[in-house]
Each structure stands twice: as structure tokens, then as C-alpha cells.
């Protein structure tokens, strides 16, 4: 029992990477390899997909290699634009320091060839040590746009049930706390909402930088809460106008003729607010909704 969780990864990382040598990403290869993506999921709290990225970064950063899309697509037998398709997977685990990413001196400049990922030492070290998913994500940034990013991409994890609604309001508290740097981070908390709130906004605010001035409520609310009837009661609570965002003059429920659903946009309020914090939209009235 002394050994179980270093042989169990181990042995998973090993069985996954001999199996998808030449595998070509076939859907078969995936089932065989189903119970292996089981255990490191398990371990590592993320999706199949994420777990499986994570077991080649580490065979072969053990072969003394970093890791870009085409040595995998070689490793695979298959075409790197194949891998494209895993970009998401690639930009989480890189958000949240499972893995380290230095740019490589290809010559060619398209997004993502010159990507290199290294597992993170910490992780390493805890399996061979054989302890827990250590504590790998760092909470201080020196970037406005890629902390906002992290906040909202830690609630894909929450939708796909890798963390709960507690540990995602946890993970945010840490986040805003250690980010108090930026004018942004320091109006909200001085606005003194609850960190549903808070998060619920911050997540307003990346849909808006990535070019969506309106959302989906309901996509929003999957991110964040696991229990439908807490999802449900927020809805109302927007709905009715009892919501503080809503009190705050900071969001607003609009109409559009795409969706019979309650959509959301943030308020010019808030458009103000974030331009007096050195955050300017290039977004209009006209930009696309999500």
C-alpha cells in the first residue's frame, strides 16, 4: 500500500504512452486506454483529454525532450493539425502549471508551432514521492488579461466536474486577494459583493474581452454552481432585479432576436469602470453575443 499511488501513475503514464505509438488518434485507441485515463483523472482533476496530455508530456520529458505539436503528431503517426484540436486541453494545463511552456526558434510564426511544454517539477517530485496532487497554481500574475482568463477557465473545470462550486469560490478568493495590484481587482473587491458575485462579473468581463457583449446566463451559471436549484435561484435573483450586480448598475438583461433565453451584457457602467482601469474593449454594439 505504500506504493499505490506512485505505481498506479506510473504504471498508467507507461501503459498510455507504449499504447499510443503509432495510435493515430483513433477513437479505439481512447477505449483501450479508458481505465489508464480513469486513474490519472482521478489524480490529476482533470478531463480524459487533459490526463492523456499530461502522460506524454511526462514519458517524454523523461526522454529528455520538450514537447511541441509535432513531435506528438510524429510520436501518433497523424497530422499536427490533429493535435490543434487539443489547444484548449494545452492552454488549460498550462493556465494552471501543470505544465511550463517556453517558445521554441522555429522559424515559421502560427499559433501554437512554437509551443514547448515541460511537466511541472512539483508534480514530479509528488509522484515518485509518492503523495498527493500537490498545490501547483499560482495566484499572482503581473498580467491583468491572463488573470482574468485563469479565473474564468478554472470554471470549465467546475462544469466538467473536476471541482466543486466551494473550491471554485476558494480558488477565486485566492486569486483576487493575491491580485490586488491591478485597479481592476481593487474596485471590485472595494465594491464589497459576495465572491458569487464576484466571480459571476469577472466572468462577464473575460466573455466581454473575447469579444462577446452578450451571454447566455445559463451558460454562465454551469460554470460555477453544481446544484441546479442554486443555479435556478441566481437566474431569479438577476431576473427580478434582487441581484447585487444588477443593484450595482454593473449588468443588464437585454433582448436579441438570436435567443428566447435571458441574455446578459455588462452595463456602460461597468464599460466605464474598466476603461478607468487601463481596459479598453474594442467592442461596440454590433460585436458578437455567446
Known sequence: MEHTIKTKILNSI??????????KLDESFFTEIDTELY??????RTTKSQSFLIAMVYALNYKDETVDFNNLAEHFDSYPIKILEYSDDFKYLHLSNIFRMQKS???????GANDQYVI????????????????????KTTDIYELLEKIYIIGAQRDVEKITTS??????????SNNLHFSLIKE????????????????????????????????????????????????????????ILVEKDLIEIIKVQWSNGTILSLTDNSYNLLKECGINLLLDKNKKSA
Open 14 to 23: 507507461e501503459r498510455i504512452y507504449e499504447e499510443s505509438k503509432g495510435c
Open 120 to 139: 511541472n517539477e512539483k508534480i514530479t517530485k509528488a509522484i515518485l514521492e509518492n503523495e498527493s496532487m500537490p498545490k501547483i497554481l499560482e495566484t
Open 188 to 243: 471590485i473587491v472595494q465594491l464589497k459583493i459576495p465572491i458569487e458575485d464576484s466571480y459571476f462579473f469577472l466572468c462577464l468581463i473575460w466573455k466581454a474581452i473575447s469579444f462577446c457583449k452578450s451571454t447566455e446566463i445559463s451558460w454562465v451559471l454551469e460554470n460555477i454552481y453544481d446544484i441546479e436549484a442554486k443555479r435556478d435561484n441566481y437566474k431569479a435573483k438577476i431576473i427580478s432585479g434582487e441581484n
Open 167 to 176: 473550491e471554485l469560490f476558494n480558488l477565486s478568493k485566492e486569486l483576487i
Open 39 to 44: 486513474v490519472l483523472s482521478k489524480y490529476f
Open 105 to 111: 526558434q522555429h522559424r515559421v510564426k502560427v499559433a
